[in-house]
């Protein structure tokens, strides 16, 4: 090598790394040119990194804002074990250890410290910043600043107030997860001024994706990780009952494991996570609340009992597998049941704008589930990210293509019922409702509507209704029928879905995943 570089020679005498990683370098280098920076990239890509190393370089202090109190510790106390001048400011503080603290940053001895967002609170704390020598303002977990990321904090939005406190201090942002609505969204809450974007790829190349129709969740799930010998993981579930039934039922099966969510007291929750990071229990059976800063390189599989809310949350999650770049194993159990239930959350939600959005999201998450592409061209298009690889080798539809079967009839019948019903009466139905015709329920909607007397009417008795929902939602994603997105989305049959019907041209569908047999099990 050539003579080191003055970030080299930081790199390696204060974190005993030899090279960096892809793009820390560049990052650095424009947020000590003074530019305000934006850097997206993926769980366990070395973002803190990308702010601690510059701070060492350049004069003055760094302030760095981040969403989580337990992190914050953790990471003044690395610094410190390597030497470098960096402590936090939060509300967990005794008032004289807070003062002493203020004391040392205003005596110029300190190189980063830490701010928990609460502490934005109020014009007096902004008064004491301005007298500080901050000379950069790092913002972690940015997307926090978004309500349409996955992790929206209100007293993020405070941050427009430190940085108008501080002008003229340059800003790098960081952050592992933007759509691109996110990112226009952090670049425009924190003012960014013609930010340098830096986005790396969010492929995780050795993570294995994996999506199966949920049925006997607990023995799946445990045989999942039996078949895995001593291997950790983290089971994600939606609710915290669930998360205590699930560890509860896997000890049953001999799997040593815990649960952990935000009902847990604080002891039992840094008991059960210490417990986890020291490999003395394998399993750990979470909340979303389990995970944000959780630096366990050796997590080798997640499994989603329930349906997450949106991809990006999904996305998240997986990424706490593998973060040592050896392969894990991604598993979600997918139900139109759980789609359900947070449709019915979804509905409470006041906010037009934000139950659409919602509504939006977890109809992008059902796709996924319940699509027979590659899950890894579906999870980084959500990204804004082209992948090009015919076979990704490591997901179950590019390893297991899905079955596919001749549903010409099948196609037929649901679209000709949906016209049927539009010339009936004009109305305005749903999947659910078509596929109840067919199979000639006698419901209490079908009955009022007299649809039990159109002619189309059971003639797809040899279905459950399940399944004509899934071939509903194919012919949808066909572009056959269209679909209103809302708590009842409604469908019509497109032009293209007319062309198919009158040419009777034969339709191949992927064997829909409500009448797939699940693998017998072993035990
Ligand atoms: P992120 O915040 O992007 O999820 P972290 O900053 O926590 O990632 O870094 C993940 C891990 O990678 C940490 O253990 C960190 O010490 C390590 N790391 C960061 N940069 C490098 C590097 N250049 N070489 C080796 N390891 C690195
Ligand atoms: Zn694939």
Known sequence: MTAASPLHELLKTHFGYDSFRPLQEDI???????????????????????????????????????????????????????????????STLEPDEARRRLDAIRAGKLKLVYLAPERLMGGRFLETVRSWQVTALAVDEAHCISEWGHDFRPEYRRLRELRAALPGVPVIALTATATPRVREDIVR?????????FLASFNRPNLHYLVEPKKDAVKRIARFILERGQDSGIVYCQSRKRTEEMAAALRHAGIAALPYHAGLDAAARARHQEAFLRDETRVICATVAFGMGIDKPDVRFVIHADLPKNLEGYYQETGRAGRDGLPADCLLLFSRGDVMKHVGFIQEIPDDEARQHAHAQLEQMADFAESDACRRIDLLGYFGETWTEENCGACDACLSPRETWDATVEAQKLLSCAIRVRQADGGDVGLRHLADILIGSRSEKILAHQHDRLRTYGIGREHPAA??????????????????????????????????????????LTRPLASAKTPTSRR
């Not at 305000?36 to 302030?63: F, H, M, N, V, W």
């Not at 809450?189 to 974007?197: F, I, M, S």
């Not at 209103?484 to 989305?489: A, I, K, L, T, V």
């Open 28 to 90: 650095m280098h424009s947020a000590l040119g003074g530019r305000d920076t934006l850097a997206i990239l993926p769980t366990g890509a070395g973002k803190s990194l990308c702010y601690q190393l510059p701070a060492l370089a350049r004069e003055g202090l760094t302030l760095v804002v981040s969403p989580l109190i337990a992190l914050m510790k953790d990471q003044v106390d690395q610094l410190s074990a390597s030497g470098i001048p960096a402590t936090f400011l939060n």
């Open 189 to 197: 809450q924190l003012g960014l001024r013609d930010p340098a974007v």
């Open 467 to 508: 399944v004509w929902a899934e071939i509903g939602r194919q012919l949808v994603r066909k572009g056959w029928l269209a679909q209103e997105s809302g708590r009842f989305p409604t469908v019509a049959v497109t032009r293209e879905g007319m062309a198919v019907l009158r040419a009777r041209e034969s339709v191949i």
